[in-house]
């Protein structure tokens, strides 16, 4: 069957082979997916999975089997039959004549299992790369806190200086170079912390497709740049041909074709016999045959009828379910987004430019003696803090806008917008 590409596919390029990284490699996030398309052990069991199925279709395929038999009667016994004198030799062939399409009703089955399986592995894959694009935005978001706090270095250490040089000139006390040298110690931890974190992150990443110690140097976009997304009833359009409502597709010919076979088993199957039957006493040979068919089969079909019309109905309110959970997963997502949007471009366009403004109108106040030093330093951990903010929210719009890609398996390739101001 086929399947419609779903969002990611039109991200990755798997079609380059993937070969473990080297030290120094600069990993893209499409790189990031190829391995992960290559090396996942999810991705692989499809294979052999397809071939288990398939050999239940051969198995579904296959006719009754014939039965050989030979029988001896009236042989070694007492009286008249104390020899082989009276003795009889049957020779027969037996088998089973299968009625009201009960193969033809197998091998539909089997072969719906099949056509479903990759739909499956399809759905698999998504959720495969959404994580991957998770964790590689992780990796992302560590190094841009690593950038914030080491621009928060440099600012603190235009304080140190400030501070010394005030103090030496008798303009401030000690107490005001301590402040600010516990400030670049806090920021010094902060990017170390980061750096940190950002090793987690890309051993977290490289697990994806088993590597247990990553040498690459993960490439990683500007979290703050974020697209512009379709509307809600446009992405909600889109949602109806997700792989997890399509798999119920798969699943209701799968559960068709169970109902069908039980509806094959009213009709009762023939049991026949025939063979050939030597007599010693007369040196003759009869033909033999025989045929019985159970008695009660539409009764006996009636509770499997039953129950794969039951799995068939419930399928189809666990469909409005998961339909009803996937919609609610799409607003939660699409709210997110655009409110995180909202707050990126706020405070790249509004606060952060006036806050750098104020943070330099207050150094050069500071330097001239006409404000405190506890102005100056509040002014810059409120831009760092801003920064972070800002950060915080682009990584939490990056994230809806994964889940968003992974229900409606659509990309997007309107330009983004991002904040002109950078940590």
Do not use: C
């Amino acid at each position: 069957m086929s399947v419609r590409p779903a969002a990611f596919a039109a991200l990755v390029a798997v079609l380059v082979a993937a070969l473990p990284a080297r030290a120094g490699d600069r990993l893209t996030l499409d790189d990031a997916f190829a391995r992960v398309a290559r090396f996942h052990p999810d991705l692989r069991l499809d294979v052999p999975r397809a071939r288990t199925l398939e050999a239940e279709r051969d198995e579904a395929a296959q006719r009754p089997a014939f039965t050989a038999g030979a029988s001896l009667e009236n042989a070694i016994g007492t009286g008249d039959y104390a020899g082989l004198d009276g003795a009889e030799l049957s020779l027969t062939l037996a088998s089973v004549l299968e009625r009201g399409g009960k193969r033809e009703a197998r091998v539909l089955l089997a072969q719906s299992r099949i056509d479903a399986l990759a739909l499956q592995r399809e759905a698999t894959r998504l959720d495969l790369l959404a994580e991957t694009a998770r964790r590689h935005l992780a990796v992302a978001g560590a190094q841009r806190q690593a950038e914030i706090a080491r621009a928060d270095i440099e600012q603190r250490r235009r304080a140190v200086t400030a501070a010394r040089e005030r103090m030496n000139a008798g303009a401030s006390p000690e107490s005001v170079l301590l402040t600010a040298q516990a400030a670049l110690a806090r920021a010094e931890l902060d990017v170390r912390r980061a750096e940190q974190a950002t090793v987690a992150a890309k051993q977290h990443l490289a697990a994806m497709w088993g590597e247990r110690e990553p040498r690459f140097e993960v490439a990683a976009g500007d979290p703050l740049a974020l697209p512009v997304i379709a509307d809600f009833d446009a992405l909600a359009a889109a949602l109806r041909r997700t792989p997890e409502l399509l798999a119920f597709a798969d699943r209701r010919r799968v559960g068709e074709a169970r109902l069908r076979l039980a509806r094959a088993q009213r009709s009762a199957d023939l049991d026949w016999q025939v063979g050939a039957r030597w007599l010693n006493a007369s040196d003759d040979v009869a033909l033999i045959a025989s045929a019985s068919m159970p008695l009660g089969a539409t009764r006996r079909a009636q509770p499997g009828i039953r129950a794969a019309e039951a799995d068939l109905a419930a399928l189809e309110i666990e469909r409005e379910s998961q339909d009803v959970s996937l919609y609610s997963t799409l607003v939660e997502a699409h709210g997110r987004y655009r409110v995180a949007q909202l707050e990126v471009l706020r405070l790249g366009d509004d606060v952060l430019p006036r806050l750098a403004r104020a943070e330099a109108a207050a150094e050069h106040a500071w330097r001239a003696g006409a404000t405190s030093y506890l102005e100056w330093s509040q002014l810059q951990s409120e831009r760092t803090a801003v920064r972070r903010q800002q950060l915080d929210a682009a990584l939490d719009a990056q994230r809806a806008l994964i889940e968003i890609q992974r229900l409606t398996g659509e990309a997007f390739t309107t330009p983004a917008v991002a904040s002109g101001v950078t940590p």
